[in-house]
């Protein structure tokens, strides 16, 4: 980046000394002396004053934009020195806008718009080395942007199919644990119930049923054999 400032200089130095004639050119060269010391707001000052005098001023309006992007306002430099991309015949000056631009665009990370600008540059003055240099950075750096886009895409897919496993681990955990509360449940109700204690009269009248079925029990089957027996008696008295 250090290029980059050194070119944005190079250039104000020639655009400011080839403003001869320009109305505004005293609160041009006021700017002038304050940007070179440094004082950038003071500079930013005077060549709005001189925009006041001068609204098409395209030297005035192109040094603003220098102020601002050494002021770290690259932004409203671009939206300045844009609207005087058509005010300047000459094609050293407009080449030196679109650098500018460029610089611009890429300080604010804009890499698709910092290309362009300096194709128009180049389109102007193809032999500009320095314009060549950052356009190269540029489209680097656009490459790059891209790669670790396509990188945070994949790692949002991996998240977001382990998040899916995740889920999927937490449902097969819920039904497991559904199935061992069932089984539980199931081995509860096969358990065997305990047994009531029977009391001593209860078990008198439970004996006592038994016995009374078995006697009923005998006395029928001394009654069969008895049929018997007189059924013999009578085969035999035939």
Not at 41 to 65: I, M
Not at 68 to 95: D, I, M
Not at 171 to 178: G, K, L, P, T, Y
Request: proline residues 2%; aromatic residues 8%.
């Amino acid at each position: 980046m250090e290029k980059i400032k050194y070119i944005l200089l190079l250039v104000f130095v020639l655009l400011a000394v080839t403003m001869n004639a320009q109305p505004d050119r005293k609160e041009v060269r006021s700017g002038n002396r304050a940007y070179s010391k440094g004082k950038y707001d003071v500079a930013n000052t005077e060549y709005r004053r001189a925009l006041e005098k001068d609204s098409l001023s395209f030297f005035a309006g192109y040094n603003l934009g220098n102020a601002l992007y050494k002021s770290g306002n690259s932004s409203e430099a671009q939206n300045v020195v844009s609207r005087f991309a058509e005010f300047s015949a000459q094609p050293q000056a407009k080449a030196a806008m679109f650098h500018n631009l460029g610089n611009y665009a890429l300080d604010q990370k804009k890499y698709s718009e910092a290309i362009e600008f300096y194709k128009n540059s180049l389109r102007i003055n193809p032999a500009d080395m320095e314009t060549k240099s950052n356009l190269a950075y540029a489209q680097k750096m656009m490459e790059n942007d891209k790669q670790n886009q396509n990188q945070d895409q994949s790692q949002d897919q991996n998240q977001d199919q382990n998040q899916d496993q995740d889920q999927n681990q937490n449902q097969n955990q819920n039904q497991d644990q559904d199935k061992d509360q069932n089984q539980d449940q199931n081995q509860d109700q096969n358990q065997e119930q305990p047994q009531q204690k029977i009391t001593p009269q209860t078990a008198q009248q439970m004996l006592q049923a038994i016995q009374n079925k078995e006697r009923e029990t005998q006395e029928k089957v001394n009654k069969e054999k008895a049929k018997v027996l007189q059924s013999r008696q009578k085969e035999k008295n035939w």
